[in-house]
């Protein structure tokens, strides 16, 4: 092993766990107040070094500097640490239980979150986010992302999401089948799979998942895939992409990649393509979209406008960086009791007249076509999903 | 023996004998109060001396004698160490200092209690003398930790006699009118030592700035005045605004501000002439804001907001959004400015605030409250005093006060620390009993005193999570292996008054840990 392995880092909520070579095991344990913590700290750290190398097999220090870590965040890091020392050594899986979803749940908002970050992790899953997206590409620096895939991987497995929790990884070919092969042990809900450019893009995708799923024991099909475009090509591919593979239940628009990519500015009209085609390719393929980020998180006024914006336009959500902006999305997102009511009335009617046998359904002598009752329909569903939910 | 809430209380503490917590109004007395000092005048008296030392040797303050001080300068104040500072240098020894609440600023104290020039501290300990007491630090006898409204009473009743009281002042006048709203530092209202001026046996202000007579508004007043002295700094009023004034930015704590703002909108108080406590701490603060976007939105006119005065307040009051604002300590520089001009910011001294024998608390006319908590228990009780280790780190403040007055006081506090479990079986020290708190909000949801079913009902209906408190507890239990837990020996470095005088709980030596 090299001289010196370090994971995690000094930032409060987080620990740094280092390891260097040495004869034998030692574990050592730094923290703000021993006579508190170091014992529960180093049950933590002896248990997770047993559940690594059962035969004792890690010869080397490991030091940890805790922050105010939550027991898994420890393990993450004390797991991160020794497989970068000792890459043979196979990782922890431990058996997770995930709330079903269902493939049409409601996603009006993808919350999105450093899969680095311990501080904004911790308690990502209380602010309602209807999914919650814990990020290992552009928000978690190169260097990091060993790490960051084991602590997203320990995340997943401590904590159980009130609703979907999925990992927004890396592209295949630079670190992403490590990432899918890691997190499929924690069992996320989905996969988002940024950059995609290619119907080829999903299904190797899906075939690196199919396997991880078989070696992680879950069931082969049951990870879901969000792909993201964020390129003029991947904008323009945007059917093939939503109907690549039966896994893609949600397609998703990333703004910042592709105005960069396009060369446009970043305003409404800039995007207006980009965003309908989206939409027309995921509804044709029976699947939901979701818009991009509203990057400000202080202008709550812009991303009430933006939100309307994409509902507009037949968005089912949108991404937010910040927990603050997920109830404006929500407000957005969700049927109003105005569209609540007139789409009870259309369905009412058109059992009405099915139970009468009249092809023809009407309201106040006014026809409605079968699209409006299509859309009608799905607006109960979506409030029925809610309510549940709600309830719960 | 052990009090109403099964805590070990011994008889007596110190030269003290000790009456046991018996329940949040059980103790009921009338009679007369402590007499008060008189002493005639004629015309022509000058009370202006030059120095500190002159006024300390006028007052005839001795060895073994009780100081008083205030501490509306906060992390800003000059004039407690500018005090000890000059009785060590004239040999005093052995002084019992009674301040209204010790801060960082003040940690110089320690070395005057290594050198025997102070032995006793009855008072709130902020920071490094509680932290030095708790560790070993020997004062001559335990402290006693009281609440804003539990100082004023003790003073009244007798419970503690003060020799000599120095009032620092942003402006006086050479008669002893005396306040902490005008001059070139101000600090917001100095009515915490109104109690003290009137008792104690000599009253000295320390200003730094002499007005013409009358210096007005007469928070202190002449015929309470022995002498006066005027000093070069009384106080920074940049730094009364400490960190813990700061609007939080982390996600978890703005969530438990909505919570607690979304607990007191769903609740029967939210109507036009609400009433609440604000206070200070990030997630308080976030909350205010938030009640005040709720209170706008549904066009609702607030009766009163106290406080700790923040920007806050200010704001809502000139808004429009609450008539008036009690403020009993300023607690940033806006709340300072706002207090001379506006006749709606109304000064509150604690002995109106929460003086529990009195004929009436402005406490117990709150709808709603916000307060914090280091520590809370199955059983609702709170601890703001101790740190889990046993540390005593903290002054008790209103937080009794609020709590026992206010229809709703609910308690905002994450499920977690770092690795620091909130929710316990049984706090490490009661400050608050569980009987006088209705809502205990976290990040993951909010708990509510079984006593209070109706206010369950009220944030069902609402929506809003309501969690039993040990299914909070657990849930926060599992995200973190057991703590170390201390010891405790007999000895009893503090007691905690309730605010009737009666001992709610005593803070035990650490002497090991399991």
């Known amino acids: ?84 020392a000792f890459p043979e050594i196979p990782a922890i899986a431990s058996k997770v239980r995930r709330r079903p979803s269902a493939k049409d749940a409601p996603r009006r908002s993808r919350l999105y979150a450093p899969g680095n970050s311990p501080r904004i992790l911790v308690g990502i899953e209380l602010h309602g986010a209807d999914c919650v997206l814990v990020d290992l590409e552009d928000s978690v620096p190169p260097a990091e992302k060993p790490a960051a895939r084991v602590l997203v991987k320990h995340l997943l497995c401590a904590i159980d999401f009130p609703n979907e929790v999925w990992v927004r990884i890396n592209p295949l070919a630079l670190g992403g089948a490590d990432d899918v092969r890691e997190v499929l042990l924690a ?164 059992e009405e007249a099915e139970a009468r046998g009249i092809g023809a359904i009407a309201i106040g002598g006014k026809m409605i076509d079968r699209p409006v009752l299509e859309r009608a329909r799905r607006a109960l569903r979506l409030s029925d999903r809610l309510s549940r939910k709600e309830s719960r | 023996m052990k009090n109403a809430l099964g805590r070990e209380i011994p008889k007596t503490i110190g030269s003290r004998s000790v009456e046991a917590y018996a329940g949040a109004f059980a103790k009921q007395r009338s009679g007369f109060k402590a007499p008060q000092p008189q002493k005639s005048s004629v015309p022509g008296e000058n009370k202006v001396l030059p120095s500190l030392e002159a006024a300390i040797e006028a007052t005839g303050l001795k060895d073994g004698m009780t100081i008083s001080f205030h501490h509306s300068f906060r992390e800003g104040d000059r004039v407690i160490n500018q005090v000890v500072d000059a009785c060590a240098r004239m040999g005093l020894k052995d002084l019992r200092l009674f301040p209204t609440a010790l801060f960082g600023t003040h940690a110089k104290l320690v070395d005057h209690i290594k050198s025997g020039v102070v032995s006793r501290i009855e008072g709130s300990m902020n920071g490094p003398v509680g932290a030095f007491i708790s560790q070993g630090g020997k004062l001559r006898e335990p402290a006693t930790l009281r609440s804003h409204g539990g100082r004023w009473r003790a003073i009244e009743s007798g419970d503690v006699a003060i020799d000599v009281a120095f009032i620092a002042a942003s402006q006086a006048d050479a008669y002893g009118n005396a306040n902490g709203i005008n001059g070139r530092t101000p600090c917001g209202p100095i009515t915490f030592c109104m109690v003290d001026a009137q008792y104690a046996r000599k009253t000295v202000v320390v200003t730094n700035e002499l007005a013409p007579y009358p210096a007005y508004p007469l928070e202190i007043q002449q015929g309470w005045v022995d002498y006066i002295v005027v000093v070069d700094e009384v106080g920074d009023p940049e730094q009364i605004a400490s960190g813990t004034l700061e609007m939080t930015k982390s996600p978890a704590r703005l969530r438990i501000a909505r919570l607690a703002a979304d607990a007191v909108v769903a609740s029967p108080y939210f109507k036009d002439g609400l009433s609440f406590q604000g206070g200070a701490g990030g997630v308080s603060l976030a909350a205010t804001m938030y009640l005040a976007e709720a209170m706008e939105k549904a066009k609702i006119v607030g009766g009163f907001v106290m406080g700790g005065g923040t920007r806050i307040m200010v704001e809502m009051l000139h808004k429009g959004l609450v008539r008036t604002i009690l403020d009993g300590q300023a607690f940033d520089p806006i709340a300072v400015a706002s207090l001379g001009v506006d006749p709606a910011h109304v000064i509150m001294n604690p002995g109106l605030y929460a003086n529990y024998d009195s004929r009436g608390c402005a406490t117990y006319m709150l709808d709603a409250a916000f307060l914090g908590a280091t520590e809370v228990d199955l059983d609702f009780n709170v601890n703001v005093n101790t740190h889990s280790d046993g540390r005593l780190l903290h002054g008790i403040g209103g937080h009794q006060d609020v709590a026992a007055g206010a229809k709703m006081t609910v308690i905002t506090a994450p499920s977690i620390r770092g690795r620091l479990p909130v929710i316990l079986d049984r706090v490490t020290t009661v400050t608050t009993p569980g009987e006088v708190i209705d809502v205990i909000v976290t990040e993951r949801g909010l708990a509510v ?66």
């Open chain 1, 1 to 84: 092993m090299p001289k010196e392995i370090v994971a995690g880092s000094d930032a409060k909520g987080d620990c740094c766990v280092t390891v260097t070579s040495g004869k034998a095991l030692a574990v050592a344990v730094a923290t703000d107040d021993p006579n508190l913590f170091e014992r529960g700290i180093r049950e933590v750290v002896d248990e997770t070094l047993a559940a690594l190398a059962p035969q004792g097999r890690v010869k080397a220090t490991v030091s940890v500097a805790d922050k105010g870590a939550l027991d898994y965040v420890l393990a993450a890091r004390v797991e991160a640490a020794v497989r970068l």
């Open chain 1, 187 to 350: 069992r996320p809900h989905g996969v988002a799979l940024p950059k995609a450019e290619s119907k080829e893009d999903v299904i190797a995708l899906s075939v690196e998942l199919a396997k991880a799923e078989r070696e992680s024991g879950t069931p082969v099909g049951s990870t879901w895939i969000m792909p993201i475009l964020e390129t003029g090509k991947g904008v323009l591919h945007a059917e093939e992409i939503s109907c690549a593979d039966p896994r893609v239940v949600v397609v998703a628009f990333g703004a910042e990649d592709y105005t960069r990519d396009v060369g446009a500015r970043r305003t409404p009209e800039a995007l207006l393509f980009a965003r309908s085609m989206i939409v027309a390719a995921a509804k044709a393929a029976g699947v939901q979209a979701s818009d991009t980020v509203y990057a400000n998180v202080d202008d709550e006024a812009g991303l009430a406008a933006e939100a309307k914006l994409a509902r507009d336009l037949g968005f089912d959500g949108k991404g937010s960086i910040h927990p603050a902006q997920v109830p404006a999305l929500h407000a957005a997102f969700t049927p109003s009791e105005k569209e609540m009511d007139e789409a009870r009335k259309i369905v009412a009617a058109a």
């Open chain 2, 449 to 514: 005193n079984p006593k209070r079913g109706d206010l369950k009902e009220c944030f069902l209906e609402a929506g809003l999570p309501v969690r039993d408190i040990a299914e909070l507890k657990a849930e926060a239990d599992g995200l973190v292996r057991p703590l170390g837990k201390p010891v405790f020996g007999d000895e009893v470095v503090a007691a905690i008054e309730w605010r009737d005088g009666t001992v709610i709980d005593v803070v035990r030596k650490v002497e090991g840990w399991q």
